[in-house]
């Protein structure tokens, strides 16, 4: 593969150009909004003249609800060899693209699981799909040298294939995204006129179940609406686990000793459950969860204790990955979390201790 | 305040008693299970001596469900002169309290607001409550020596004071707290029966909405059996919206022009209001999100450049409240982002600046 047409160049049309221009490829973007394009290329993601002839692959990276016709004109047009898509439901798309008759050997649907808060050219990354899932979807009739082709864009991304059939992919995406999304919305929908005094009480937990309920109403419309049905069928399913919750806990309060038991076996039950899904999902990237190890050493609040720290991993010879301070306004004494490779954590804790450093264990 | 009593060396307790004896305390420590009391005592957090005289604040830490019982126990030997608990709920344990005919003038609620995944006094860490918020709930006689004990207890152990009336905290811990937990276990338990492939697609989201889902359920039943109908009140709600947001997204589904734009509607109105909600959560440990200013440095990834950064720093005079890398694997140029107080922040981008250190927007 050396030629990539990018139609669309928002957060992942441009993340993919990033990745490919950085690979050697050729990359030629373009945009409903000549501006977006523009940006993109002023990022070096690729050229907006459009190909002198069909490239190898063109990416379609515009909302769900207008891959259809937009692969449709690009056919017609003959801008490709080979054609995929990365909008975030597959199986309506998919409706659109063969009731519009388009090209279903030549084309593959896809899904890189990534994305930022942010949207835009400007909020791309080459990096950004970096260990991320990259789901694809073949038609019934997409041929081997198609798959190929989006394999190998997947991997110039640093992505991971996972081949699936898109309704199987709706329903996952619907699990693992769309209705926890919703759910999150929906705890944090009741802090919007909760008691001063009761949001502060706020703890990581709370901050964690909602992070995401911060995210942009707008895109999610674009996501939801084209996965509605399954996605309501999984809150259906919530709603149902959730009345069960209420019931068990209204027998707690009753107070009576069999409706006692019969509620502690219901919360239990529904704890538990919980246990077990959250223990399947996989660490970050997919990765296995023991990428980096941690260096934990605490320090003192006086100005220069964390340069002087960083200063000794530096003069070891150690490369910090990421670093995260726990460390109250008011407190003594903070402690400090150094993420770094695993060969070389226990001989910087070795020569941060012989250095008077206090590392915790 | 001199001499203390901790009754119950779980984990609560246990810190409790490490960060008091870290303070020159002296801590009278007893469990149900001794082997509990003297693994605490042998962490450094006291003696399981008796006290030969009252001491001057005893600190049930045992379970909800206990606290009256307990109380009246150590009440009835004449164990302190002040006592209060460290219960995760207060309302009932309040009625059981009265109930038992204590003696409610010396006596004071009390629930800091921190936890550990683990539990027992071996996860116990003096620097437990550090920057958290401390309920306390006086009773409607309790004086005004007792509460000054309570405060000494939340200063000494590097907390917050909330002052609140016991049905307000628990209305307050249902909605920030316990309804958060539970809802956290539904969206995971979605995923217990999953296909292997659709839990694979798992983001940062669902990941990080469904973390608390790992919590002990034993842990948690006596929590929620505590506070199992103010739980059920916010639950309900809960299901009031999400009803509504399944009938969104079936008229999403329905495909007519009326229904979609009911559907838009009643989805954005969800999001936005989960928007609202989550904007009013404090940044970790209930501090102001704005109070430090952020200064962003673009740095390269030889080792090194990180300590020459925080050198240049210290050598300014400026303290770091904070750092975060935004730096994948693989990328030339890391985003660090220090967090220093606001007086010093525009001072310090400037000193950067002038030592040729690439200062971003």
Redesign the interface.
Known sequence: MRTVAVVGTGLIGTSAALALTGRGLTVHLEDADPDAARTAASLGAGTTEPPVEPVDLAIVAVPPALVGKVLADCQRRGLARHYTDVASVKAGPRGEVTGLGCDTVHYIGGHP???REQSGPLAA???LF?G??W?LTPTPDTDTETLNAALELVALC?AMP?V?DAA?HD???A???H??????????????H??E???????????????????D??M??DI??AN??V??D??????T???A??SA??S??AGDEAG?QA??AG??A?????????????G?H?APPTRYETVTVAIG???????????????A?????????D?????R?GLVQLSVAPAAARQLEATLRAHGWDVRD
């Open positions: 699981m990534a994305g990354r080459a990096d970096e991320r899932p789901v640093g996972v699936m199987a329903r996952a995406v699990l693992v995204s209705a926890p999304q919703l759910l999150s919305s929906l705890v944090a929908a009741r802090l919007e909760a008691d005094t009761a949001v502060r009480l706020s703890g990581q937990g709370v901050r964690d179940v909602t992070r995401i309920a911060a995210s109403p707008r999610w419309l939801l609406s509605a049905a996605v309501a999984v809150l259906d399913e919530v709603a686990d959730l009345g919750a209420v806990l209204r707690l309060a006692r509620g502690v919360i239990e529904v704890m538990r459950r919980g246990n077990q899904g959250q223990a399947r999902i996989p970050k997919g609040d006086q100005p220069g204790e964390l340069g002087r720290l960083f200063g000794e991993v530096a003069r010879g150690v490369n910090i990955e990421d670093v995260a301070i460390h109250a306004a008011g407190q004494v």
